[in-house]
T-cell receptor
Framework: KQEVTQIPAALSVPEGENLVLNCSFT??????LQWFRQDPGKGLTSLLL?????REQTSGRLNASLDKSSGRSTLYIAASQPGDSATYLC????????FGTGTSLTVIP | EAGVVQSPRYKIIEKKQPVAFWCNPI?????LYWYRQNLGQGPELLIR????????DSQLPKDRFSAERLKGVDSTLKIQPAELGDSAVYLC?????????????FGPGTRLLVL
């Protein structure tokens, strides 16, 4: 079974700082990897989807990379803002979606 | 376009009572998913429907959980009887054709507390 780990579990940074969230997985036979954002009391919102043939995807201040061979993905957030505060989940898509436990991000004004 | 709709948003029940959750996916989406998310954890798949057929229910605790999607549109997830360990957020998601290269669209979830 695919195991997905996210480090750190929680992160607190001052506004304006650049930061990196990490996701690792045990089985490299994946279709895609997807990063989601979850706000308290709400569902998941898709941020970026990286297909297995791609190495990275960018959207605004977000950049996600994928290294299948090493079983790792990173989500880079540039110039963080208080509105970025949320839990960030990565999901590895094999025969189903396998989610990590998430990183809870707090951006301090 | 309306998103995935779930109701109720919150439910508090006593253990051994039954409870049901409802989900209406995005119009035209053939595939519907139910997930359970425990506190501090990522969502875990319970069941996946392709139209009205349950194509993956291997992680659904069938002794107390049941689900249906009778007309291939909205779906109901039921727990009977509920146990303390069932306290969690139950998320519904949908996708157009259920292909693994598609993204899934999530509803806001139903937060269940079993006392």
């Amino acid at each position: 079974k695919q195991e997905v780990t996210q480090i750190p579990a929680a992160l607190s940074v001052p506004e304006g700082e650049n930061l990196v969230l990490n996701c690792s997985f045990t089985d490299s036979a994946i279709y895609n990897l997807q990063w989601f954002r979850q706000d308290p009391g709400k569902g998941l919102t898709s941020l970026l989807l990286i297909q297995s043939s791609q190495r990275e995807q960018t959207s605004g201040r977000l950049n996600a990379s994928l290294d299948k061979s090493s079983g790792r993905s990173t989500l880079y957030i540039a110039a963080s803002q208080p509105g970025d505060s949320a839990t960030y989940l990565c999901a590895v898509i094999g025969n189903q979606f396998y989610f990590g436990t998430g990183t809870s991000l707090t951006v301090i004004p | 376009e309306a998103g995935v709709v779930q109701s109720p948003r919150y439910k508090i029940i006593e253990k051994k009572q039954p409870v049901a959750f409802w989900c209406n996916p995005i119009s035209g989406h053939n595939t519907l998913y139910w997930y359970r998310q425990n506190l501090g954890q990522g969502p875990e798949l319970l069941i996946r429907y392709e139209n009205e057929e349950a194509v993956d229910d291997s992680q659904l605790p069938k002794d107390r959980f049941s689900a249906e999607r009778l007309k291939g549109v909205d779906s109901t997830l039921k727990i009977q009887p509920a146990e303390l360990g069932d306290s969690a957020v139950y998320l519904c998601a949908s996708s157009p054709r259920g292909r693994l290269k598609e993204t899934q669209y999530f509803g806001p979830g139903t937060r269940l507390l079993v006392l």
